[in-house]
């Protein structure tokens, strides 16, 4: 998701390191890391951009914002 961001100029805001943190596992999973690299070079073909969707509900949080969404399967 991050490379799909990126690749549309949008921006990522981060709150600071005393505020959240986070630590990633290790990938033990090769095809999955595949999948994660190949990303950015698939972003225009895998129809993710022509999903139909509605937006259902917003809630505003103090650290984040959360989205629920409708795409209907």
């Known amino acids: ?5 990126v690749s549309e100029r949008l921006k990522v ?6 505020i959240a943190r986070y630590k990633m596992f290790k990938q033990l999973n090769s095809a999955g890391m595949n999948v994660l690299r190949t990303a950015e070079s698939r972003i225009d073909s895998d129809d ?3 999903v139909k969707y509605k937006l259902l509900n917003t809630t505003f949080y103090h650290l984040y914002t ?8």
Do not use: Q
Request: charged residues 20%; glycine residues 4%; contains cysteine.
């Open 13 to 18: 805001e981060c709150p600071l390191a005393s």
């Open 48 to 50: 993710l951009n022509n």
């Open 66 to 73: 959360h989205f629920l969404f409708d795409v209907g399967e």
């Open 1 to 5: 998701m991050y490379a799909r961001i």
